[in-house]
Nanobody, 125 residues
Framework: QVQPVESGGGLVQAGGSLRLSCAAS????????MAWFRQAAGKERELVAA????????YYKDSVKGRFTISRDNAKNTVYLQMNSLKPEDTAVYYC??????????????????WGQGTQVTVSS
């Protein structure tokens, strides 16, 4: 199995930027589709962005299109989420998730096999 570990969260003012990283340890000889989810207090966990094993295909939630960019460096077993023009409504715990097989993304968090512990992103107004 693989263990994702997130880093890069923090407190930022509205309009600012953050870059989240997700480093995978364990069975990194197997490729996984990767995704970033977020969960705000009192809300459901939602898919923010996803990227296929090769990095060719990406998906974004409508509200982050044009502001967030997901990318991956397979040589480093790391996935990134560059977040620009942050808004207070982006405040949440952000989770990295790995999906072993099937379609490269799903909006259902139950379809993902491995999860990181999460990193807090807080955007002040």
């Amino acid at each position: 199995q693989v263990q994702p570990v997130e880093s890069g969260g923090g407190l930022v003012q509205a309009g600012g930027s953050l870059r989240l990283s997700c480093a995978a340890s364990g069975r990194t000889d197997i490729s996984y589709n990767m995704a970033w989810f977020r969960q705000a207090a009192g809300k459901e966990r939602e898919l923010v962005a996803a990227i296929s094993m090769s990095g060719v295909m990406t998906y974004y939630k409508d509200s982050v299109k044009g502001r967030f960019t997901i990318s991956r460096d397979n040589a480093k077993n790391t996935v990134y989420l560059q977040m620009n023009s942050l808004k207070p409504e982006d405040t949440a715990v952000y989770y990295c998730a790995a999906k072993k097989s099937g379609v490269y993304y799903s909006t259902l968090y139950t379809m993902y096999d491995y999860w990181g512990q999460g990193t807090q992103v807080t955007v002040s107004s």
